[in-house]
C-alpha cells in the first residue's frame, strides 16, 4: 500500500489533515510517492476519486502517479480527474464549446497577419512591437497578470514607453479574440480562462485539489485554482526549482501560500534518496546564495561511494563538445541514463554532431517532435479541413503546398470559398454559390485610414482542360494569380473533399487520405526535398529512405488515432499531447527546462561560461540572477553518482573569450583571486 511505503516526513504530510496544505519538496526526496500517498489516504478516508482533482506539470507525470493508484486501488484510480491545467480544462470545455484547438505558432501566422495590417500614427523614438514580438507578450500577459491592464503591465516591467501604440496594440488584441471566436479556435490560454469563468458560476466538484510543481504555477494557473475555490488544497513544490519565469511563472505564489490561505501548514522534505553526498554539497553551496524562503536541510540517503563531481576546462568550444563525446564514448555505461544538460539550445547541436561522429546515438527532446513533422502536421491538417469547416489554419497550411501558392495566396483562396459558401468553405468548395463572386474589391483592415488592395479577375474558362469533374468552371479559379500547375493541386484538393467528407474515423481516414493523389504528391515534394545535395542532384537512396521513415510516421498516427471514434477528439487530443514527445534512444540532449522531473546516472553540464550561463542577455531583459541561479540547481540535481561541469575558453568562430561562470566560483570549483 502507498501510504507504508512513505518515510515519517512523507507519511506526516500525506496523512495531513483537509485545509490548505504545502509541501516543500526538493529535488530527489520523493515528491511522486508523497502525492501517491496522499491520493491513497484520501481514498481510505471516504473521499470518492471522482472528488479529487490532480493537476501536474505534464500528462505523463499524471498517468504515472494514477498507475501507482491503481496497483492498490484498481479501476477506481482511473475516477480521478487529473492531467495538465490546459488537459483538465479541455475535457470540461469540449461538450460545452465546439473546440478547435490551435499550436501558438499556428495563431501567430494569424495574429501577424492582423498587426501587419496596422498603421501607426505620431511614431516616438520607441518603435512599435513588430507583430511577432506582440503576439508573444500578448501571450505573456495573459499568463502573468493580475487584474492590471495591458499597458500597466508593460510599465510594471520597466519597458520603454508605448502608451502612444496601446490603441493599436488594443484593437489588434480585440480583432484577434475575435477572429479565433469566428473560427473556433481556442489556445492553450483560452482553456484556462474559459473553465476559471465558467467555475466561478458553480459550486467546486471536488473535494480536494492536488497540485505538482506548484513553484511553476503562472497567475492565470492560479485564477483557476482561485476559480474552483476547493475548501481542501495540496500543494507540492519547491522554491529553488523555480524556472519558468519566462511563461510568466510567480515565485510570489508559492512564496505567499501562507499569507494568502491563513489556516495553511507547511511540511518540508528533507531526505534526498537521488544524488550523492558530494553532488549534494555543491548544489546546495550555489543556491543558498538566493533567499531561503521556507527553511530546509537536505539529508543525504544515497548509500552509493560518492564521486567527487569534476569540473572540465577546454580552450575552445569545439574541443569541449569532442571532449565530452569522448568520455561519454569511453564511460561504459547505458546511453540513456547519460544526459548533456544545457541553457541554450545552440549547445546541443555540436555535441549532437561529435557524438553522430563517433556513432554515439542521441536523443533531443525540445527538436522537432513526431507531431511537427511536415508529414505528420499535414495529414493533420487534412483531416482538420473536413471535420471543422472553420479551421482557416489547415486550408492555408494545405492550400500552401500546391504549385505557386503561399501562404498569402492560400488565404486569400479561403476567404474566395468562404464567400462562395456563405460562411462554410466545405460549401463553398463543393457547392459555390454562382450568383456570389469569389473574389472582390477590398480593404485592409488599418487602424488609421483604409488601403485599397483589389485583384483582376480571369475567365475561370481559361482552364477547363486542366480542372476536372465538376471543378471545371468553379469561381474560385477566377484567381489571377493561379497557374496550370497550381490548378491541377487544387483539383486533387477538391477530390479529397468529394471522396472523404462524410468519413469520421480517424484511424480509417489517415489510411485512405495516405492513399489521395493530394497526399502523395506532397511526400513527393517533401522525399525529393530531404534527397537533394548541396549541388542540387538527387541522392535517390536517401530519397527511398525518406519515404520509408514517413510511411513510419504514418504506420505510428495510426496506430495513436485507433483509440479514438470520433474525429474531433482526436484533432484535440493531438495538439494537447505534441509537446511531450521524444523519440529515439541515446545519450540524452536537453535544455535545463526540459531535464525538470528527470535523473540521469552520469551528467554534463556544459557552456558554464559567463554571459552564457549565467544568460547575461536575458537578465537584461527583465530576468534575475536568481533565476540562473535555480536553473543551474536543477541541473546539478539531475545528476545521481557522476556529475561534471565544463567550460570553454573561447570561442574560435566568432573570436570570443569567456571567463568562467560566476556559479563555478559559488560552487567552490574555481578559486577567488
Not at 535 to 550: F, P, Y
Request: hydrophobic share 40%; glycine share 6%; aromatic share 10%.
Amino acid at each position: 500500500m502507498p501510504l507504508h511505503n512513505l518515510n515519517q516526513e512523507q507519511y506526516a504530510a500525506a496523512t495531513a489533515p483537509m485545509g490548505h496544505n504545502l509541501i516543500i519538496a526538493s529535488a530527489g526526496t520523493g515528491k511522486t510517492s508523497t502525492i501517491v500517498g496522499r491520493i491513497a489516504h484520501l481514498l481510505e478516508s471516504g473521499i470518492e476519486a471522482h472528488e479529487i482533482l490532480l493537476l501536474t506539470f505534464t500528462n505523463k507525470a499524471s498517468q504515472e502517479m494514477i498507475a501507482r493508484v491503481a496497483k492498490r486501488f484498481g479501476d477506481v484510480a482511473k475516477k480521478i480527474e487529473c492531467g495538465t491545467f490546459h488537459a483538465v480544462c479541455y475535457r470540461f470545455l469540449k461538450d460545452k464549446y465546439a473546440i478547435s484547438l490551435k499550436q501558438p505558432k499556428e495563431l501567430k501566422i494569424l495574429f501577424k497577419s492582423i498587426a501587419k495590417s496596422r498603421v501607426y500614427q505620431n511614431l516616438t523614438s520607441t518603435p512599435p512591437y513588430s507583430g511577432e514580438y506582440l503576439f508573444d507578450l500578448y501571450s505573456l500577459f495573459l499568463n502573468s497578470r493580475n487584474s492590471e491592464s495591458f499597458e500597466e503591465w508593460l510599465g510594471a516591467r520597466g519597458s520603454s514607453d508605448h502608451s502612444p501604440y496601446i490603441d493599436v496594440y488594443e484593437g489588434i488584441f480585440e480583432e484577434y479574440r475575435a477572429l479565433k471566436q469566428s473560427h473556433n479556435y481556442m489556445d492553450y490560454n483560452d482553456l484556462l480562462i474559459e473553465y476559471a469563468n465558467e467555475m466561478r458560476q458553480t459550486p467546486c466538484p471536488y473535494k480536494e485539489i492536488l497540485c505538482d510543481e506548484y513553484q511553476d504555477t503562472n497567475p492565470l494557473q492560479n485564477s483557476v485554482i482561485h476559480a474552483l475555490n476547493p475548501k481542501s488544497l495540496f500543494c507540492v513544490g519547491d522554491y529553488d526549482q523555480s524556472i519558468y519565469a519566462f511563461n510568466g511563472a510567480d515565485i510570489s505564489i508559492i512564496s505567499s501560500f501562507q499569507q494568502a490561505y491563513k489556516d495553511s501548514a507547511v511540511f518540508t522534505l528533507r531526505k534526498n534518496y537521488r544524488s550523492t553526498r558530494y553532488i549534494l554539497d555543491l548544489a546546495n553551496r550555489v543556491i543558498e546564495k538566493n533567499e531561503r524562503i521556507y527553511p530546509k536541510e537536505l539529508e543525504v540517503v544515497n548509500t552509493d561511494t560518492p564521486i567527487t563531481p569534476k569540473l572540465l576546462v577546454y580552450n575552445t568550444l569545439f574541443e569541449q563538445y569532442q571532449g565530452v563525446a569522448q568520455k561519454i564514448l569511453t564511460a561504459n555505461h547505458p546511453l540513456d541514463d547519460i544526459a548533456i544538460i544545457f541553457r541554450n539550445n545552440s549547445s546541443a547541436d555540436g555535441c549532437e554532431a561529435l557524438l553522430r561522429e563517433l556513432n554515439i546515438p542521441t536523443k533531443r527532446k525540445g527538436g522537432v517532435s513526431f507531431f511537427d513533422a511536415k508529414e505528420v502536421a499535414l495529414m493533420l491538417d487534412l483531416c482538420s479541413l473536413l471535420y471543422n469547416p472553420k479551421d482557416m489554419m489547415a486550408y492555408i497550411h494545405v492550400l500552401s503546398y500546391g504549385a505557386g501558392i503561399g501562404d498569402s495566396i492560400a488565404r486569400e483562396l479561403y476567404q474566395g470559398l468562404l464567400r462562395l459558401g456563405g460562411g462554410n468553405a466545405k460549401r463553398g468548395l463543393l457547392m459555390p454559390d454562382s450568383s456570389v463572386r469569389a473574389f472582390e474589391k477590398r480593404a485592409k483592415n488599418a487602424q488609421q485610414g483604409l488601403f485599397d488592395d483589389f485583384f483582376i479577375l480571369q475567365d475561370v474558362k481559361r482552364f477547363d482542360t486542366i480542372a476536372q469533374g465538376r471543378f471545371v468552371g468553379h469561381p474560385i479559379l477566377a484567381h489571377p494569380k493561379l497557374s496550370a500547375d497550381s490548378v491541377r493541386f487544387l483539383n486533387e484538393f477538391y477530390a479529397i473533399f468529394e471522396r472523404y467528407e462524410t468519413h469520421n474515423k480517424p484511424r480509417e481516414l489517415i489510411n485512405k487520405l495516405a492513399k489521395s493523389p493530394l497526399y502523395e504528391h506532397i511526400v513527393e515534394i517533401l522525399c525529393v526535398k530531404r534527397a537533394r545535395n548541396k549541388d542540387g542532384s538527387l541522392d535517390l537512396d536517401r530519397k527511398t529512405q525518406a519515404k520509408e521513415a514517413i510511411q513510419r510516421k504514418l504506420l505510428l498516427l495510426q496506430d495513436i488515432a485507433k483509440q479514438y471514434e470520433n474525429l474531433g477528439r482526436f484533432l484535440n487530443a493531438m495538439v494537447l499531447s505534441s509537446n511531450e514527445n521524444t523519440q529515439g534512444s541515446g545519450v540524452n540532449l536537453l535544455t535545463i527546462h526540459a531535464s525538470k522531473g528527470l535523473e540521469f546516472g552520469i551528467v554534463f553540464i556544459i557552456d558554464l561560461m559567463q554571459g552564457r550561463f549565467p544568460n547575461l542577455k536575458l537578465i537584461a531583459k527583465g530576468g534575475s540572477v536568481e533565476e540562473e541561479r535555480r536553473l543551474f540547481y536543477v541541473a546539478i540535481t539531475r545528476a545521481k553518482t557522476q556529475l561534471y561541469l565544463s567550460y570553454a575558453k573561447r570561442d574560435e568562430i566568432k573570436n570570443i573569450a569567456y571567463e568562467p561562470s560566476i556559479f563555478l566560483h559559488e560552487a567552490g570549483l574555481i578559486k577567488n583571486t
